[in-house]
């Protein structure tokens, strides 16, 4: 079992910077793949950006290849998601996520969630 506590999201103008923050229990965390993921009101949950654990290896989704970077501090059992060059399409709720074992895409293959945090981009 892992929980997750998100923290970082806010308002912020275009062009502007951001890092949300995903706290995660200890127990096995180096064996989870942990991603990150955002909803728009009205549109299906996206895939953004993943680490495995084990590897460091990474995911991006194209459209913030780029301009946002996935790290973590495994002393911390934390992932980070920095968020630069921020554009108004980047609004939405953002959700981390973790699964054990290999990477995938969709947010059905993912067990454990955090509660969402609201990143807001004006133009």
């Known amino acids: 079992q892992v929980t997750l506590a998100e923290s970082g999201g806010g308002l912020?103008?275009?062009?502007?910077?951001?890092?949300?923050?995903?706290a995660a229990s200890a127990r096995t965390?180096?064996?989870?793949?942990?991603?990150?993921?955002?909803q728009a009101p009205g549109k299906e949950r996206e895939?953004?950006?993943?680490?495995r654990q084990s590897s460091g290896s990474t995911y991006y989704a194209d459209s913030v290849?780029?301009?946002?970077?996935?790290s973590a501090d495994n002393a911390k059992n934390t992932?980070?998601?920095?968020?630069?060059?921020?554009?108004?399409?980047d609004t939405a709720v953002y959700y981390c996520a973790a699964k054990s074992g290999i990477?995938?895409?969709?947010?059905?293959?993912?067990?454990?969630?955090g509660q969402g945090t609201q990143v807001t981009v004006s133009s």
């Open 47 to 51: 895939f953004v950006a993943a680490i």
């Open 12 to 22: 912020v103008q275009a062009g502007g910077s951001l890092r949300l923050s995903c």
């Open 79 to 89: 992932v980070y998601l920095q968020m630069n060059s921020l554009k108004p399409e």
């Open 65 to 70: 290849k780029g301009r946002f970077t996935i």
């Open 103 to 113: 990477f995938y895409y969709s947010p059905t293959r993912y067990n454990y969630w």
């Open 29 to 38: 965390f180096s064996s989870y793949t942990m991603g990150w993921f955002r």
